[in-house]
C-alpha cells in the first residue's frame, strides 16, 4: 500500500523519467546483444546448453559465448547449428567433413554423450549439416549461469513476476 502512495505522489514528470529509465535499461540490453552480434559475427553469441548431450565437455545450463570466424570449420570443432524448420539450435562437435568442389562445406556432427551421429536429428533425408547452417563456434564458456535462462523457461510464470519486479524497482527508485 505504501508503493502505491508514493507512486501516487509522484509527479507526471517524475513518471514520465521513470518509465524513460526502464525503457533505457531495455534498450541498453538490445544494444548489448546486437554489439556482441556485430563482434562475433554470430546471429546468437550466447547461448545456453539445454541438454546433457554434450556431458562431460558441458552440462546442462552452461552458458556459451560464440563466434562465426572466417576459417573453416575443423573437426574436433564443437559447434551450434540451427536445421532448417526447428526452433532451438543444437551444441554438438564436429565428426566429419566433406568439402565440397566449390569450397562449401558438409559436416556431421555428434554429442559427446550421445551414442551415434546426429543424423536422426537432422531432417529427414538430409545427411550433413551445411556451413550456412552454423551459427557459431564455441569460443568458451561459464558454467551453470545459464540454469536461470532454463527456470524462466520452463516456468513461464517467473517471466512475469521477474519483469514485474524490476519495473516496479525502477519505477519507485528515485534519483536524488
Not at 546433457?52 to 546442462?60: D, L, T, V
Not at 547449428?81 to 559436416?107: C, T, W
Not at 549461469?145 to 510464470?157: A, C, E, F
Amino acid at each position: 500500500m505504501d508503493a502505491l502512495k508514493s507512486l501516487s505522489r509522484l509527479s507526471v514528470r517524475q513518471l514520465a523519467q521513470q518509465a524513460l529509465n526502464f525503457c533505457l535499461i531495455v534498450s541498453s540490453a538490445l544494444m548489448i546483444w546486437k554489439g556482441l552480434s556485430v563482434v562475433t559475427n554470430s546471429e546468437s553469441p550466447i547461448v545456453v546448453v539445454l541438454s546433457e548431450s554434450m556431458e562431460p565437455a558441458f552440462a546442462r545450463g552452461d552458458l556459451l559465448f560464440l563466434t562465426l570466424p572466417s576459417t573453416p570449420v575443423t573437426i574436433g570443432d564443437i559447434c551450434v547449428f540451427k536445421i532448417q524448420d526447428k526452433p532451438i539450435p543444437i551444441v554438438h562437435r564436429v565428426l566429419e567433413i566433406h568439402a565440397a568442389q566449390n569450397g562449401s562445406q558438409y559436416m556431421l556432427t555428434k554429442g559427446d554423450n550421445n551414442p551415434t551421429n546426429d543424423r536422426a536429428l537432422y531432417n529427414p533425408g538430409q545427411m550433413w549439416i551445411r556451413q550456412e547452417d552454423v551459427v557459431g563456434k564455441v569460443q568458451g564458456f561459464l558454467p551453470h549461469v545459464g540454469m536461470v535462462t532454463i527456470l524462466l523457461n520452463d516456468h513461464p510464470q517467473l517471466k512475469v513476476v521477474l519483469l514485474g519486479v524490476l519495473a516496479l524497482f525502477v519505477l519507485f527508485s528515485r534519483e536524488e
